[in-house]
């Protein structure tokens, strides 16, 4: 588990203020959409998507990415969780030339990534214009040749089998299809391409959905949903088999952020545009509560994030191959005979 001491407050986060001229974005081919629902489309697909459950409010999430960049601060969780998720690009032996950063912390990933994973041509994706001209007016290093992309996970605007290495940090758990977007990134990607992402988990803001239950017990005399839902650690695993990658891998880290009081957590979800995206959403206060049961000695209030990290590979011949069921050698029972009575 992982403590980050800094304290938010609605005034402690240091603004970064760019003024580099705006570069010239490139132009990308579509390729054909999968979702787990239809199966591969384009805009006929994309115009049957109503139909589908809506968990999350896609419209108003952009709008959240949008007003993300008033705040536009240096936040010392997100760029933990981006630096622990490039950090695994060093254990890998081979380079991207070519990456895809799929929205959610484009800002950290993007000033963070420096010279890891070998990448040479980078597209960085939104679903936010806004976020996406934030992102490339931003001073960074000219060595990766960058291109900018506004689009959507759901529908992923990417040829088949055209990039190496697809980053995600803290953006596909907003997504309504996630096993389909999964399988888009993999599909993306080229043979023995990497998938990397970043998504919270369900234990994250325990303490919140904890008071969020309580108040509206008191107040209405019920439950509905207060905070989104998100996935287990155990879906994970599922989710990296279902889309079809291979040698997958799944592991856990506990950040607890402290606060001054409850109202600044809210309102650094807020700048993190990590605000609740229901469509059944409402407007019932916690803070009080909040503050009454999980305040600390100190007087600031912890608030827990789980994050799930997910690697997957793209199949290839050159990636290890279980054997032929019926294959082995050596039989089970003569090893337990041979080492079962040791201790």
């Not at 800094?6 to 001229?21: A, D, M, Q, T």
């Not at 622990?84 to 032996?93: A, F, G, P």
């Not at 239950?213 to 207060?226: N, V």
Request: neutral net charge; hydrophobic residues 35%; charged residues 25%.
């Amino acid at each position: 588990m992982r403590r980050i001491n800094s304290l938010y407050g609605r005034n402690g986060i240091l603004k970064r203020v760019f003024e580099k001229p705006a570069k010239q974005s490139h132009a990308f081919l579509a390729s054909r959409s999968f979702s787990t629902e239809g199966g591969y489309g384009g805009e006929s697909q994309q115009n049957s998507s109503s139909s589908r459950v809506k968990i999350f409010d896609r419209e108003l999430k952009r709008r959240d990415r949008a007003a993300w960049l008033s705040r536009n601060k240096n936040d010392t969780f997100v760029d933990a969780v981006a630096e622990n998720l490039l950090d695994r690009l060093e254990d890998c032996k081979k380079s991207f030339p070519s990456a895809l950063c799929l929205g959610g912390s484009l800002g950290p990933v993007k000033r963070l990534l420096r010279d890891r994973g070998g990448i040479e041509k980078l597209i960085m994706m939104d679903t936010s214009h806004d976020m996406i001209k934030s992102c490339r007016d931003a001073q960074d290093d000219n060595s990766i040749d960058t291109s900018y992309l506004v689009g959507d996970e759901e529908f992923l605007p990417i040829k088949e089998s055209s990039v190496d290495l697809i980053i995600s940090s803290l953006g596909l758990h907003w997504t309504n299809d996630l096993p389909g977007s999964m399988i888009q990134c993999k599909l993306a990607l080229k043979p023995d391409g990497l998938f990397l992402a970043a998504i919270l988990g369900g234990e994250t803001l325990k303490e919140l959905r904890i008071a969020c239950t309580l108040a509206h017990m008191e107040r209405e005399g019920g439950i509905s949903p207060r905070l989104s839902p998100l996935a287990q650690v155990r879906d994970a695993g599922n989710l990296l088999t279902r889309a079809g990658f291979s040698l997958p891998g799944v592991d856990v880290d506990e950040y607890v952020v402290k606060y001054k009081s409850a109202l600044d957590l809210i309102e650094h979800l807020r700048a993190m545009g990590e605000t609740n995206a229901l469509l059944q959403r409402n407007k019932a206060t916690t803070a009080a509560i909040y503050d009454s049961m999980f305040a600390t000695e100190d007087g600031t209030i912890p608030a827990t994030f789980q994050v799930i990290y997910m690697t997957g590979w793209k199949e290839h011949s050159s990636h290890p191959q279980a054997k032929r069921r019926g294959s082995a050698t050596v039989s089970f029972t003569d090893i337990h005979k041979q080492f079962g009575g040791q201790s």
